[in-house]
């Protein structure tokens, strides 16, 4: 059984404190750690934001948000009582030098704890919030500021947002967030690689056949509609998410896991990655926009019929599908396969690896069966299946069948494990750097992202459609049938060709 080691007494200030990714995670993640006897008490949790509230109102709206996350419905009403007792909330806008910053360094205790700023707001706010904490003093050799997701809309945000940053803040005390990095497959996926002889001398172009990774959406815009017309499948999820799981996939073995080590064979694989041109954006890439259709049994809206009336003309992309490969010694001519997309037929995200085909069968080619492949599944049902060739029992002639060795998290471990936030929120408190972005790994991915976004931006065809509820637009399968490929999933992993 894993066993959760307490981290020292720290302060940690969510700016925007009230908003939805404080609500949906960072409160829930902090009252869980709690629970597993992870955060001291004595530590102080507080939420600042622009809305005016008192403590207690606060409080309330912690519960709230802390209210059915865990496996209880209702916190415990003792442990609530002591966890409640390290809250507290300030009004401020602190992008403004006129608020309320005496208050908010009342509430800091100076004792020569670790000191977290969380910044969930929105990245234009990430500069001037970093100057107002610098110029009121809260830049101590302990503190941390926390940067969510987006870095920026292109290369050139990313760096001004860095180099604003930079200019407070020393690059060992930022820390870049991406929640992917936290969930204990993604982790695992560097203990499969390099703690088991089995797979590395497999992990290249020697025996690869091509990689795949999927990260399905099943939900549309909700409350994000601004946000995410302006930014798209491609800013949104392929440039952190998607770029972080192909970076742990393809690396080099780092010397160590020390931070540098790790982000150093990560911003390799960015350098390798092949970059755009028109030609090659048009026949390499897929994006649309889902049209209605049919999810869970109810009739769901199109993505323009979600949108204000002054957007209904939108060519923002809900969906992308990424042919690209690594110019390296590894992985030379394997080609990786991205996709992501919104209101798809399920929530799933997979990386599978396929494995070339046997040099040679001895067997009849009816007998069936698909070459090997390795599944590293991170939602739903966490876990790693290596499907494996097997005779089927029973007579009548050789069949072969793929089946996978399984292993799921869920029922391999009796314990609940902490989801992604949980995990980096601990790690920030620590000071370990290992999963999160390092500056130069931000503004490499939005190198290579720029190049596809520059070919797309001189193509005015119209958006390809899927209808919600599938698994993407039909060019999306084109483009790797092309390739005498498809597209791989759990579902189908016994009958593929």
Not at 81 to 91: G, N, P, R
């Amino acid at each position: 059984m894993a066993e959760f080691i307490p981290v020292d007494l720290f302060d940690i200030v969510i700016f925007g404190g009230t908003g939805d990714l404080s609500q949906r995670k960072l409160i829930p993640a902090l009252w869980h750690r709690y629970q597993d006897d992870q955060i001291p008490e004595g530590s102080r949790i507080i939420g600042a934001a622009r809305s005016e509230m008192d403590r207690d109102e606060f409080i309330a709206f912690a519960y709230d948000a802390c209210k059915g996350s865990g496996e209880d419905e209702v916190p415990d009403p003792t442990a609530w009582k002591a966890f409640a007792s390290m809250l507290e909330y300030i009004a401020i806008d602190a992008t403004s030098a006129d608020s309320n910053w005496d208050d908010l360094k009342k509430n800091l205790t100076d004792d020569g704890r670790p000191r977290v700023f969380y910044l969930a707001t929105a990245p234009r706010l990430y500069v001037p919030m970093c100057e107002q904490l610098g110029a009121n003093g809260l830049n101590t050799p302990t503190t941390r500021v926390v940067l969510e997701k987006p870095i920026g809309r292109n290369l050139e945000t990313a760096q001004d947002i860095n180099r604003g940053v930079g200019a407070i803040f020393e690059e060992h005390q930022i820390y870049r967030i991406d929640h992917y990095l936290g969930k204990e497959t993604v982790q695992n996926l560097l203990v499969l690689r390099f703690a088991n002889v089995l797979f590395e001398p497999l992990w290249s172009r020697n025996t690869v056949d091509h990689v795949q990774i999927t990260v399905a959406e099943s939900v549309g815009l909700e409350d994000r509609a601004d946000y995410y017309d302006n930014s798209g499948a491609l800013r949104d999820m392929v440039q952190n998410h998607l770029l972080q799981l192909l970076c742990l996939t393809a690396m080099e073995p780092p010397n160590s896991l020390d931070a540098d080590d790790v982000r150093t064979e990560k911003i390799k694989v960015l350098k390798a990655l092949r970059r755009f041109t028109p030609a090659t954006a048009a026949s390499d890439t897929v994006r649309a926009q889902y049209n209605e259709g049919v999810l869970g049994g109810k009739v769901v809206k199109g993505y323009v019929d979600e949108l204000p009336e002054e957007k209904k003309s939108s060519r923002t992309e809900t969906f992308v599908a990424i042919k690209t490969y690594i110019d390296n010694w590894r992985w030379q001519g394997v080609p990786f396969y991205l996709r992501t997309g919104k209101r798809m037929k399920d929530r799933r995200s997979e990386i599978v690896i396929r494995f070339k085909r046997i040099p040679h069968s001895i067997f009849d080619s009816n007998a069936g069966g698909s070459p090997n492949k390795l599944v590293v599944r991170l939602q739903p049902n966490e876990g790693v299946n290596l499907y494996m060739k097997v005779k089927e029992p029973g007579p009548g002639g050789l069949r072969i069948k793929s089946l996978p060795l399984n292993l799921s998290w869920a029922e391999s471990f009796v314990l609940r494990y902490p989801d992604a936030y949980e995990r980096l929120l601990m790690d920030v408190v620590r000071g370990n750097l290992a999963l999160f972005m390092q500056r130069e790994e931000v503004e490499k991915a939005w190198e290579w992202v720029d190049t596809l976004l520059a070919a797309w931006s001189e193509d005015d065809s119209p958006l390809e459609s899927y209808p919600a509820g599938t698994d993407g637009p039909t060019n999306s399968a084109v483009m790797l049938a092309k390739d005498k490929r498809r597209w791989l999933d759990e579902a189908g992993s016994t009958s593929m060709k």
